[in-house]
């Protein structure tokens, strides 16, 4: 377990600053409890500075998870969001887009997101935009990136895809043993 | 007169010339050399040490004198010389046998292809002479065609053809790129073009100190595409629990960096807690040129200064 160097966080807050924007701040800066960013092999964990604390005195083999896993980089040095990263996400994200009943099992599947299971969008959603997909009931399901702008899509054939699939709470399930 | 008497008793004087021993001497005549292999007699070696010494290289020397005296003879102006046979003992060899040299770089195909290499008679029958000529060199058959009176002339040939040439160009081409291999191959035999290695890591080690070598130590530097990392750096990290405050802030600085605009809520940018901002009442004042230029302004003759060097 060691921080993040400078070329590390410029990845992960790039990544993060596609979803939530200058919400980043309150991550970083949070009033409640001081929170920190920590790699463990590959992975990014998302703790609080006492719980990092404690997992300082476990042997880095022996750790197998501490705090969130935000996600991981890839050998080739990018960083990949994992789904785990939802609660934080869903809780600060700046464009939202949520799906209609029917269209949530697709996606919980995998699937891209159609204009026809689109139920609402964040006004102004720009073109290749990270958002957070809720379902009707305001529960968040995942999150992806649009295909195209919100004003974009009102010409778009419902079949168009309209948010391409990263990440969705299915994984917990089908990547159960890679995912923390 | 009977004279065998004597000649016993002389001949018991003198040692016989024929030497008995139990292993029989080992004599090579062409080396000139005996080697008794007979072990030592003890009591006889320890009684009296220089006559048993003298009393076996006599022996030896006897048999070796015998056997010589057997040899065929040649006459000479300085009398009779013994012929000496070839030598039989086996020498070791004085200097290592010589390295096998490298392959070539058709031989090692060859080898890895399985292909049997036949040797090439240097003789070709000629049917128009009826002889064996030789396959190349003085009047060799490969000079054929360059040197026959008549050739035929290809249809969508050049008006400046010249066959002779033609064969003649191709003949020595085949020469230069052979002698081009030839040179290859014993570059390759000396073993994989050492100094350009050589030069390659000198090149190598002064591109690494030049790129340490600016101001921050390469750290600010732009990176080219495809540049490699540096070798032999060492990475540093941060110790895992250092002050996570810290951590706040770089992180922070690092986000404001990131963004084009800055993200960061303003706490330093002067000013404080005043409902003014003076930084900025300042700039806004001085219309830019900061608050020196605007206690100049304060003085009378501030603005005359100015137009002075602007007529200059």
Redesign the interface.
Known sequence: ???L??DE??AV??KL?NYIG?N??HL??RPDE?????LQKDRVYYVS?SS??LG?SVARPNLVSIGTCFGKFSKSGKFKLHITSLDHLAQYAKYKIWIKPNGEMPFLYGNHVLKAHLGRITEDTPEHQGVVVYSMNDVPLGFGVTSRATVDTKKLDPTAIIVFHQADVGEYLRDEDTLF | MDVSGILAVQAQKQKSIQVEKDIPLDIDVGFLTVTDLNPIDKESYEENLEAFLQSTARDGVQALLTSLFALPTKSSPDGPLAQLPPPTTQLPRAKPLPKPKPPTKWEKFAKAKGIQQTKREKKVWDEERQEWVDRWGWKGKNKEVEAQWITEVPANADIDFDPAKEARDARKARVAKNERQRLQNQARAQGGNAEREERKKDIERTLATSRVSTASMGKFDKKLDGEKKLRGVKRKFEPTENSVENEKNANLALLSKLGGESNRPRRDTGGGDDVVNVRKAVRFASKGQGSASLARKGGSDGKDRRKGKFKR
């Open positions: 377990m060691r921080p160097t400078e966080s410029k807050f790039s600053a200058k980043l701040i970083i800066d001081p929170y920190c960013f920590r500075e990092m604390r300082i």
